[in-house]
């Protein structure tokens, strides 16, 4: 017996899709209407993810579709559906808090914005996309909401579209992600080409069921890494990782939506979702095709944190801070830790947003700078902001027992320890931990500790409207660790569909310590390293050279200037050259064979028909006129003719008789 | 052949030749008509003489033919001087030079 909301899951992204087009509707002067809806598009999508996550506590590993026919092609039926899973409510439900979350805090940041309701009725649509991809049942609906998904981060990252900047960045973000979803387009071919249908759980007949996949055979690692391309443009791993920093030219909570709760969660999801796929006939846990994620990873996870040291705006140290993250997620899933990567997705979620939202509100209270050495001692003059921001900080960086990061991130650690294949991720995601820990010290220390500087001198705490959301992901991001220790390792055991049990011994273990050591030595070495940071940057005056590369981002997208886009550019030069002259010229060719022809019909019709009609014609009317000469007009010379033939010709009937 | 039927048709040759001649030379379209009416005549003649002194005069060809002929003659008669009077009526004239527009 399957529960109604199985059936009716669409409604979850229905709802705030509806909500952005009934803002639209509503036009531009409804400014608080468009907020209301926006938000209570969102709640009840809240409300309904939390209907459809009961369910999944009934049973461990408890699934559930709904699966019917879209459309009927030839004979071929398409069918599509709903899929209702752990993985997926937990998502559903992380996705619309978060959101609930960064709607309340846009209301106060975009307060002054003339374009507040187009911006809400972006967010909602935003929403509506990645709670779509997170619902799919097939990989083809998934594509539909991943790309929707796309369009709707190109719409928020330049929705200052008079900053050309902004512009360029939504076109970066736009086209980079589509770059790894033309791989991911191809997979999905691929897959249909051999599977025969493009539904994940069909009762035994999905293409990530074991049937399918034992049906797939060599092409399945090929078809997995295809997969990953998509993942990678979406969760921003290296190499194409460039755009997500670019992204920050969007509004704050759109940073925060892209970064904690959709677009590049997707690229996490899609993988977690087609792990069937990309474990298929593992030995000791490794296949082909995870391996290539989890050094994907590891090399994304530490060159993000080494470009984070370098990094001097507020929302570019975070959003590189999500591109390690997103790395340690993607090391999990391929070293077969994937509760763990999920469990990471879903508290990064939370903190993320938090810190996000939290950096917005100090641009906020900054007057909108941006640049961290432009502000500091703000722990006096936003008490509020600082607590929370400080939360956020040490549940990234994972300092133990209290933040949600922190378990996860361990968690992940102690899977990697164990992959068998090689022990360089393990300890490069220690040093990615350590670089963390030390990013973060340095943001905390310039923007919340020191003298005040330029910005920073009138700077006031934020309006309600902002910090409410902000205690509320605080708050969760405490609570949230009660489902995570290994103490009671609930939300583990719920995704990887087991039952949980409560045992207080296993809370310490030597994990614990060395992530203890590691995030101190990082946190203790930041806050000894930057104690005089100023203006410069205490990095930049020991190691100029090192502090460029990080602050240039290591040259990578001067590396694609110089040869992907020259290159694109060259071809697209040539192919205009080809068509200006060959193409064109080859039917520039037929053009004048066609109006030689021409011409010559012409000088026929001209020259020789025309002529000899006209010649014609002129022989006519001469003759006819001298002929018409002899009429005239008198009856009786006529008659005078006649009988003078007649009498001739009588004449000579005599004379010949 | 015998002298008797050469008198008629010599007769019919005058009478033929005077119709030719009235029909060719009278400039009112009115005796152009009785000339060629003179010249039918003429022909009449000939049938019936040609007939009576023919082969077979018992017959009546040359008799009935004549009066077919004069039957139509008649109809052919009546044609032509209503369209004299239309003309008459059009042009106020009945002068055949005056009637020239059949020039060439």
């Not at chain 1, 090929?222 to 194409?240: E, R, V, Y």
């Amino acid at each position: 017996m399957t529960p109604w909301i199985v059936s009716h899951l669409f409604l979850i992204p229905a709802v705030p899709l509806l909500a952005a087009f009934l803002i639209v509707a509503m036009g531009r002067a409804r400014r608080a209407a468009a907020a209301s809806v926006a938000i209570a598009g969102q709640v009840i999508a809240f409300s309904l993810a939390v209907c459809a996550f009961l369910p999944t506590l009934s049973a461990p590993g408890w699934r559930a579709c709904s699966n019917f026919v879209w459309f009927t092609f030839g004979d071929i039926p398409l069918r599509i559906g709903w899929l209702l899973d752990p993985l997926g409510a937990a998502m559903l439900l992380m996705i619309t808090f978060v959101s609930v979350c960064i709607f309340v805090f846009s209301t106060g940041y975009m307060a002054e914005e003339v374009n507040f309701t187009r911006f809400f009725a972006y967010l909602s649509f935003f929403s509506a996309a990645m709670l779509g991809v997170v619902i799919a049942n097939s990989l083809l609906t998934l594509f539909i909401c991943w790309e929707l998904v796309g369009l709707a981060s190109y719409l928020l990252i330049g929705f200052y579209i008079e900053r050309p900047a902004a512009a360029a960045a939504a076109k970066k973000a736009f086209i980079t992600t589509r770059i790894g979803d033309a791989g991911l387009f191809l997979g999905i071919l691929w897959l249909y080409s051999r599977a025969g249908t493009l539904l994940f759980y069909d009762h035994g007949h999905g293409c990530i069921e074991p049937a399918a996949l034992a049906a797939l055979g060599g092409a399945g690692t090929f078809i997995a890494l295809l997969i990953f391309c998509g993942a990678m443009g979406k969760s921003g791993q290296f190499p194409l990782h460039v755009w997500l920093p670019d992204a920050m030219e969007g509004p704050t909570p759109v940073s925060a939506l892209i970064h904690a709760a959709t677009m590049v969660a997707a690229g996490v999801f899609l993988v977690a979702r087609m792990y069937p796929l990309f474990s298929f006939g593992a030995v000791n846990g490794i296949t082909p095709a995870l391996e290539v994620v989890v050094w994907i990873g590891v090399i994304t996870s530490l060159m993000a944190a080494f470009l984070a040291l370098g990094q001097s705006e507020i929302k570019r140290i975070l959003a590189y801070s999500t591109v390690s993250q997103l790395g340690l997620m993607m090391v999990s899933l391929g070293v077969g830790g994937l509760a763990a990567g999920i469990m990471h997705l879903i508290s990064h979620g939370f903190f993320k947003a938090l810190l996000f939202l939290g950096s917005g509100s100090v641009i906020h209270g900054c007057h909108h700078e941006q640049d961290i050495r432009e502000m500091g001692g703000l722990r006096r003059k936003m008490p509020l902001t600082f607590a929370v921001y400080a939360i956020g900080m040490m549940a990234l960086s994972g300092v133990p027992l209290l933040f949600a990061g922190a378990w996860t991130k361990e968690a992940i650690l102690d899977a990697t320890h164990r992959w068998p294949v090689s022990a360089a991720p393990y300890y490069l995601l220690v040093a990615g931990v350590f670089l963390t820990a030390l990013y973060m010290t340095r943001q905390m220390i310039y923007v919340f500790f020191g003298t005040p500087r330029k910005a920073a001198e009138h700077a006031h705490e934020s309006p309600a409207a902002l910090t409410v959301p902000l205690v509320a992901l605080a708050s969760c991001t405490l609570l949230f660790s009660l489902v995570l220790t290994p103490a009671w390792p609930w939300l583990e055991k719920y995704l990887t569909g087991e039952k949980a049990s409560l045992n207080p011994a296993l809370l310490i273990q030597p994990g614990l310590f060395t992530a203890l050591l590691v995030v101190a030595a990082g946190i203790i070495s930041g806050a000894w390293f930057y104690r005089r940071a100023g203006r410069t940057d205490p990095l930049e005056t020991a190691a100029p050279a090192l502090y460029r590369s990080f602050e240039r981002r290591f040259w990578i997208d001067e590396l694609y200037a110089h040869t992907i886009l020259k290159w694109s550019a060259f071809a697209a030069r040539a192919a205009a050259l080809l068509d200006r002259y060959v193409w064109d010229g080859a039917v520039r060719g037929i053009a004048r064979i066609a109006r030689g022809v021409a011409e010559f019909s012409v000088n026929c019709d001209e020259r020789a028909v025309n002529r000899c009609v006209d010649r014609g014609c002129d022989a006519t009317r001469r003759f006819g006129s001298k002929v018409g000469g002899w009429h005239s007009g008198q009856i009786q010379s006529y008659l005078r003719a006649l009988g003078i033939g007649a009498l001739a010709l009588f004449l000579l009937y005599a004379w010949l008789a | 052949m015998n002298g008797t039927l050469a008198a008629v048709l010599a007769v019919s040759m005058v009478l033929f030749s005077l119709g030719l001649l009235a029909a060719l030379s009278r400039r009112d379209a009115i005796f152009m008509l009785i000339g060629i009416e003179m010249m039918l005549a003429a022909g009449n003649l000939n049938l019936v003489a040609f007939w009576r002194y023919g082969p077979q005069p018992e017959l009546l060809t040359g008799a009935m033919m004549a009066l077919f002929a004069m039957a139509i003659a008649a109809g052919e008669t009546a044609v032509g001087l209503a369209l004299v009077l239309a003309v008459y009526r059009h042009r106020r004239t009945t002068q055949v030079e005056k009637l020239n527009t059949l020039k060439g």
